[in-house]
Every structure is written in C-alpha cells, then in structure tokens.
C-alpha cells in the first residue's frame, strides 16, 4: 500500500520561506507526474506546481516566482521551496502523485496525501 507523507508545513511570518517535503512509501513503479494543490476553506483544491519525472514544471499563476518545485525520481520525493510567502498563501497544501503505476494496478492511479496546514501570519 502506498501512501504520500507530507512535511514541513507551519506557521510562517509574510516575507519568510518554508519547504514542504513528499514521500511516497510503498512500491511504486512509475509516475507520470508529482505536485502540490492548496486548498482554501470553502474552495475546492487549487494547482501550486507540479512537476513531470522528465522534469517539466507547471505553476499556478499567484505562486509562479516565488515557488520552486523539485523531485527526486529515485527517491520518489517531492519538494516544494515557497518564498516570499503571503498571508494569501495560507491554506491546506495536499501532495499529488498523478497516474502512479503500484503493483495490481498497470493503469495508473491518482493518490493523495493527508495535507499539511501553512498559515502565514505576524
């Protein structure tokens, strides 16, 4: 069984950085791509960033700038480098792993992590 374990999220004054951390445990075969949503209350999820395992990168337009997104394939890890945070930014943050090949399931499946809350306050 494979699950997605968050970390690194918290409370962060405006101006300052947080990195948020993805791993898939289990057996995983492949993947197409791995990401980030944010979530505001009484909303539905919202792309950050995601990141194919070629590399290619895909931001949402408020973070573009300001988030970086990494991998690491061998690892089956994500990163998320959030600077310059806003109070905006402030939400449930899910780890997404998009058409993960696991044992019994050849065709690829969609897994979602828990979350992790980043609140930006002073």
């Known amino acids: 069984q494979v699950q997605l374990e968050e970390s690194g999220g918290g409370l962060v004054q405006p101006g300052g950085s947080l990195r948020l951390s993805c791993a898939a445990s289990?057996?995983?075969?492949?993947?197409?791509?791995m990401g980030w949503y944010y979530q505001f209350p009484g909303k539905e999820r919202e792309l950050v960033a995601t990141i194919t395992r070629a590399g290619a990168v895909n931001y949402g337009a408020s973070v573009k700038g300001r988030f970086t997104i990494s991998s690491d394939n061998s690892k089956n890890t994500v990163y998320l480098q959030m600077d310059s945070l806003k109070p905006e930014d402030t939400a449930v943050y899910y780890c997404?792993?998009?058409?993960?090949?696991?044992?019994?399931?050849?065709?690829?499946?969609?897994?979602w992590g828990k979350g992790t809350l980043v609140t930006v306050s002073s």
């Open positions: 997404n792993v998009d058409r993960a090949v696991l044992p019994g399931s050849p065709y690829g499946i969609e897994l």
């Open positions: 289990g057996t995983i075969f492949s993947w197409y791509s």
